[in-house]
């Protein structure tokens, strides 16, 4: 309330669970003072109804209403003009950016052999430069491929070069330039020009079928008649005060984020709210920044067209160099010609003081003075089935010879075989190979062997039996999580489940996001057992007080996702007196490499609850991504800082003192529904005493150490 009246914009920094939703839309109310106000909120679609539900429980003399047209925004603007109360318009993100797209309008005029601008009927001319210096020639079909700021106007009248795209017109005249997906703007009678230009199949066969159908209507996918609701807004209604939740997801120069900035340039207040706000990137924030602080960035001389220069002050850059010695008795120095550059993860923490300190807010559960329940993230060490872990070996070793001996080979296939190495023990059959895409027959590398059958039970499947089994007894819920979709884990667990009698759901992606609380709610209240999700699907937004237990059957490599989904039960309104997660992982494999990686990464982020990332110090003190490490872990044989997974989480659990009043019988009642016994079956090896102790000797893993590599030219794209 303070910092609004002094700025125009707030933010809360709050740790997940704090109350976000009732703080903001209290801060913003206390402002206004009871003076009847016009206000909306910017979400994500799965959490719009949850906005409404809140308001309503928090403030009083006021109405809120989920937004889907410009229909429905009229007749609650008309509402609020005629009524004295105050109203809150509720956006979903993607209904805010929602509008019609954008295509090319000028058209090619062979007498001036050139394209001419629909106003002024002038050659459209472009920018280009070489060693004589810059200058100006007619512009060809590529340079209208995507609009930029470039060639949004023509250099003559100002008039704009691009117009609506009307996907119900199907005149030929009007549909001159074809959209292609995940390329660009072709123009239909020099579509020969884009032959050969395709990145992959799927675009080169379109661009061939433009070449062959010259006079074929192609309708581009995502094309909308509909003007967009935060340009109408920004244009039409007066709106005193916006709230933009999940602010860290309006980052970059995207859709969503130009619709977050026509509501905060037409606003008079705004509070933007989020957990994680810095993605570890400094890119990430950049027009972030400067559609909260404008100001602040013209002050500090980043202009909005010119990202790099930020980037290069307050994030980290690696450039590559390629140097050559000067000839024997030659006067010249050594040469230097610079290969690539790519931005690697850390933000300064300049960024911080200079841009965000005056402006937000920042709070943690501790903070909040409730007695919050016990919370800690479990590992579950498994042992691999030994055939499955010889096939295992065979793939690794084969891929690390290749990315050894020939890094443009695996540069190209590094991405795949991570997945390959994640999944393979969790689904040892039915993997597709991988192929050489620099070999002209497209030669395999490895063709993966199968070792087991869907119909088989994995140590896995049986350590979630187990749990699920212990904690349905105790009459808890229990939510399970799977990272990898293209497998059939999901099905599998489903159908272990359901046969031993426990009602289990999957909540899938084909739930709108709208409709996944009430979906929830209501399986809830059917007596579920066991949910089965994609962390993606529930890590914002959603409480699930009712699930005390989360299993992850298998990690991400995204901090952030894990971050957010592990504490999606873990909130101040839970009842329960203690909320676990257990992960599992196989030793000696991919899985135990990736989660010591986030453990050590989690180690450092969790010095100081409530940082702007949830990768927080471990993105600016390592300067490179979980894909990185986890190859320099493979190929290179670097040892992990974490040596008992079981050790590093117990220190970040958060697990509160006992008072004198408990009682043996109660301590004793408790440690039984915290943990639980895994069962050892017969080709099953878990080590329950390593995932439940804190007090295990670690072990000193000795690596190999091959000839060193070069690793970053080895990833590098």
């Given amino acids: 309330k303070r910092r609004l009246e002094k700025a125009k914009v707030a933010m809360i920094i709050a740790e997940c669970g704090s109350g976000k939703t009732k703080i903001g839309s209290a801060a913003l109310a206390a402002y206004q003072n009871r003076k009847k106000s016009f206000n909306v909120v910017l979400s994500p679609s799965h959490v719009t109804k949850k906005w409404v539900r809140e308001i309503y429980e928090t403030l009083p003399n006021t109405k809120a209403t989920v937004i889907h047209n410009i229909t429905e925004l009229n007749a609650i603007y008309k509402d609020y003009e005629e009524n004295n109360m105050t109203v809150y318009a509720i956006l979903s993100k993607e209904r805010a950016r929602d509008g019609y797209m954008k295509r090319p309008a000028v058209s090619y005029s062979i007498h001036k052999r050139g394209y001419i601008c629909p106003d002024c009927g002038n050659v459209v001319e472009m920018e280009i430069s070489d060693d004589c210096g810059k200058y100006l020639v007619n512009a060809d079909q590529f340079f209208f491929m995507k609009e930029t700021d470039k060639n949004h106007k023509c250099r003559h009248c100002g008039a704009n070069l691009w117009t609506a795209y009307n996907p119900y017109d199907y005149s030929l005249y009007h549909n001159k330039w074809v959209k292609i997906g995940n390329y660009g703007y072709i123009y239909r009678d020099k579509a020969l ?347 914002t937004g959603l409480d699930l007080n009712a699930f005390t237990n989360v299993i992850y059957y298998n990690i991400g490599y995204n901090l952030f996702t894990f971050r957010q989904s592990s504490r999606r039960s873990w909130r101040i309104n839970q009842t329960a007196p203690r909320v676990n997660v257990y992960m599992l992982y196989y030793k000696g494999v991919m899985q135990e490499r990736a989660l010591k990686l986030m453990a050590s990464k989690l180690t450092v982020a969790t010095i100081i609850e409530g940082n702007l990332s949830d990768e927080g110090l471990a993105a600016m003190s390592e300067c490179q991504d979980m894909t990185t490490l986890l190859a320099k872990e493979l190929t290179m044989g670097i040892k992990s800082e974490v040596d008992d997974l079981s050790a590093a989480f117990k220190k970040m659990a958060i697990i509160h003192q006992r008072t004198e009043e408990n009682t043996a019988d109660d301590v004793k009642s408790e440690t039984v529904v915290d943990r639980p016994v895994v069962k050892t079956h017969k080709t099953v090896e878990i080590s329950a005493i390593a995932a439940f102790s804190s007090n295990k000797k670690s072990k000193k893993v000795e690596y190999d150490n091959p000839d060193q590599i070069s690793l970053f030219d080895l990833i590098a794209s």
């Fill in 193 to 539: 020009e884009h032959q050969g230009n395709g990145k992959t199949n799927k675009i080169a066969e379109k661009i061939q079928a433009v070449i062959d159908n010259p006079t074929m209507i192609f309708t581009a996918i995502g094309g909308y008649r509909r003007y967009s609701l935060s340009e109408y807004i920004a244009g039409h209604i007066k709106v005193d005060g916006t709230i933009c939740d999940e602010l860290h997801q309006y980052k970059g120069e995207s859709g969503q984020g130009n619709a977050m900035a026509n509501l905060v340039g037409c606003s008079k207040k705004v509070i933007g709210m989020t957990a994680t706000l810095v993605n570890g990137y400094s890119s990430g924030i950049f027009y972030l920044l400067y559609r909260i602080a404008p100001n602040l960035m013209n002050e500090d001389n980043k202009a909005y067209n010119n990202p790099g220069a930020f980037n290069d002050e307050y994030g980290v850059t690696e450039e590559i160099f390629e140097c050559s010695d000067s000839e024997y008795n030659n006067n010249s120095r050594c040469k230097k010609r610079k290969l690539r550059e790519r931005q690697l993860p850390g933000v300064s923490p300049i960024v911080y003081s200079r841009f965000l300190i005056e402006s937000a807010v920042f709070l943690s559960l501790n903070d909040m003075g409730k007695e919050l329940p016990d919370y800690e993230e479990i590992p579950i060490e498994l042992s691999l089935h030994p055939t499955v872990m010889e096939e295992y070996k065979r793939i690794e070793n084969t891929l690390i010879e290749v990315m050894r001996n020939d890094k443009k080979v695996a540069r190209k296939i590094m991405s795949k075989y991570l997945q390959l190495a994640s999944i393979y023990p969790d689904q040892p059959y039915g993997n597709d190979p991988i192929i050489n895409p620099l070999s002209k027959e497209l030669e395999p590398i490895i063709v993966p062997k199968d070792t087991a059958t869907p119909d088989d039970l994995s140590d896995k499947d049986l350590a979630v039996l187990d749990i699920v089994e212990s904690k349905v007894k105790n009459n808890e819920r229990v939510l399970i999580y799977t990272n990898w979709v293209k497998i059939d884990t999901q099905d599998k667990l489903m159908k272990l489940l359901s046969e031993k009698g426990y009602r289990t759901e999957i909540l899938r992606v084909n739930v709108p996001p709208d409709k996944r609380e009430k979906w929830v709610e209501d399986k809830v209240k059917e007596g579920v057992n066991v949910i089965i999700t994609n962390p993606s699907l529930v890590e």
